[in-house]
């Protein structure tokens, strides 16, 4: 029962996981003939696994056991038919750091008991701020448990900017604050803004064209809406990869108006922000070095291991006034050191993991050489797999032209073709999905996701971040949507 490991005890079972997670997590896992998920109904997994605990301990055997029930139905997320969300691979070395890291246990609070860690925050963090763009590096960042948290950072950074009482004062007595994001933006937006107490009615949605692009006209339309009801605008959130169709918003332009009504401009680019290191795909997030900050998160299309996000700033100071709290029994000021370095105190948490740990790791193995041939890569497979949907028969593209490694389309069956006019088309074509969903999951071929947006019916979304695949697995993917709805 001791939480402690004793080399006599646990040698053997330690080694013994390890290699079982090696073959069978690892390399069987990501093996293309293998399933990428060996699918269970609910009630029928929870025969199937003892998930029940009990006082009585199991042996070594037992756990074991229960380690390959795990892997066995848990879906393969780094296999490169698994592109149903926007992570996916195992990466070999970010795969070591992640294991160090958690081997460590440590918590990046306070210099003194992470002292690697936080020096290494802090030298990847201003090593992405200055891909973004940021002069010489300059400003502040943190690490933070997803992108959903990193943009409530910048929500609540951009309150305090605006309205520095807040942080004593709170909500009452000030004026209804408005920010804005386009119709597309990730739905973390809104979900922070109630967290926050601002409320999601005053998250004002903007337009965005036939691309999935914000209409920077419409925006100012809807800042000047909010001034005439006598709202406070103070943010605008713009997206660098939109979740569902990989759209870049027009980041100078918003920019510009930005400047014009001082308002703090964020870039959500959690999902596009990789692009950052190729030469040849940055300019999609051109304009990003004016931002006030910068959600990046490198396990996306950099494919860190989960989790692995970023929150930038150009602001020195603005993270730590806003929510420092100045815990006297964590971050006293009289220590041995120079204290600069317990950047603990100007996160929301107190416990934190060393997510950098496996980012530095596998940037160190690759070198920003190796990210950016990566970005190449997954870019150039996006590319392949949508010039070989436009030549066969029964795919219909959303955007015609993607920017990102989405790609979305229509997969239409044999008996619906030809019938684009008939008046229950779009009915009919919102069923097809769901179906060959069912199937590839029921056969564990391939993963994809789906959804429908805004009055379009339910399409097909690839999304391409594992550089491990290759052409000859856009061809498979195409194939297996023609064999799995041969007969719809």
């Not at 596009?272 to 040849?280: I, N, P, R, T």
């Not at 229950?424 to 179906?435: M, Q, S």
Request: glycine content about 6%; proline content about 5%; aromatic content about 10%.
């Amino acid at each position: 029962f001791a939480s402690l490991p004793d080399k006599k005890q646990h040698s053997k079972f330690l080694k013994e996981a390890v290699d079982l997670m090696l073959e069978e997590a690892v390399f069987q896992a990501t093996n293309r003939s293998n399933r990428v998920v060996e699918w269970r109904a609910p009630e029928e997994l929870q025969k199937l696994i003892d998930l029940d605990l009990a006082a009585e301990p199991v042996s070594h055997d037992k756990l074991l056991q229960l380690l390959k029930d795990v892997i066995q139905y848990s879906v393969k997320t780094g296999h490169p038919f698994f592109v149903n969300q926007l992570f996916s691979s195992i990466d070999p070395y970010g795969l070591v750091g992640q294991w160090l890291g958690d081997a460590l246990n440590p918590s990046v609070y306070t210099y003194e008991v992470s002292p690697v860690f936080t020096l290494m925050e802090e030298t990847v963090l201003c090593e992405m701020r200055h891909i973004i763009g940021f002069p010489h590096g300059h400003g502040d960042g943190i690490f933070c448990p997803g992108g959903s948290i990193a943009n409530g950072y910048a929500i609540s950074c951009a309150r305090y900017y605006h309205m520095p009482d807040v942080k004593n004062k709170g909500l009452h007595g000030m004026p209804r604050l408005v920010l804005f994001t386009s119709e597309d933006a990730h739905y973390s937006i809104k979900k922070m803004a109630s967290l926050l107490g601002l409320g999601s009615d005053n998250v004002y949605l903007v337009h965005c064209n036939s691309k999935g692009k914000m209409d920077v006209q419409h925006l100012e339309q809807q800042i000047q809406t909010a001034l005439e009801e006598g709202a406070v605008p103070f943010m605008v959130s713009a997206t660098a990869g939109t979740t569902v169709l990989g759209a870049f918003d027009p980041i100078p332009e918003i920019a510009d108006l930005c400047s014009k009504y001082k308002l703090w401009l964020h870039v959500d680019a959690a999902w596009g922000g990789g692009a950052l290191v190729s030469k040849k795909h940055r300019h999609l997030l051109e304009g990003i070095e004016r931002a006030d900050s910068v959600t990046w998160n490198p396990h996306k299309l950099l494919t860190a291991p989960q989790q692995c996000s970023t929150f930038l700033l150009r602001h020195v100071g603005v993270l730590s006034a806003c929510h420092s709290a100045s815990a006297q029994y964590l971050f006293q000021k009289d220590k041995f050191y120079d204290t600069k370095y317990d950047t603990g105190d100007k996160h929301i948490q107190c416990g934190r993991r060393a997510d950098v740990l496996k980012f530095w790791f596998m940037w160190k193995a690759k070198g920003t050489i190796g990210l950016e041939k990566h970005i190449d890569t997954v870019f150039d497979n996006a590319t392949y797999f949508l010039k070989q949907i436009r030549m066969r028969e029964g795919f219909r593209l959303v955007l015609q032209e993607p920017e990102c490694t989405n790609v979305c389309f229509w997969y239409i069956p044999p008996s619906l073709r030809g019938h684009e006019n008939q008046p229950d088309f779009n009915e009919r074509l919102h069923k097809v999905a769901p179906k060959i969903k069912e199937r590839m999951i029921k056969e564990g071929s391939m993963m994809l996701t789906y959804q429908p947006l805004r009055d379009q019916p339910n399409f097909f979304r690839l999304v391409l971040q594992n550089s491990g695949t290759d052409r000859a697995d856009m061809d498979y993917i195409v194939r297996e949507f023609e064999r799995l709805s041969s007969d719809l």
